[in-house]
């Protein structure tokens, strides 16, 4: 009886549809994680130099 129930278990294959979704939502997320942090060192400088730029701008 418990063979069966095992083989029963391992050839249900509800919820894998979600699992797969699950996985792939992570590794989109992963990828726009890696893409922020790639631009935002390349971002940091501009905003640096845009805030400088203001300030001399007010500075009589």
Do not use: H, N
């Not at 029963?8 to 919820?15: Q, R, Y």
């Not at 935002?40 to 203001?54: E, N, P």
């Amino acid at each position: 009886m418990g063979l069966v129930k095992f083989k029963e278990f391992w050839a249900d294959e509800t919820g894998a549809t979600a699992i797969e979704y699950g996985l792939l939502l992570a590794l989109v997320a992963m990828a726009c994680i890696g893409g922020f942090r790639a631009l935002s060192g390349a971002s940091g400088g501009r905003w640096d130099q845009t805030s400088s730029d203001l300030v001399d701008a007010m500075t009589p």
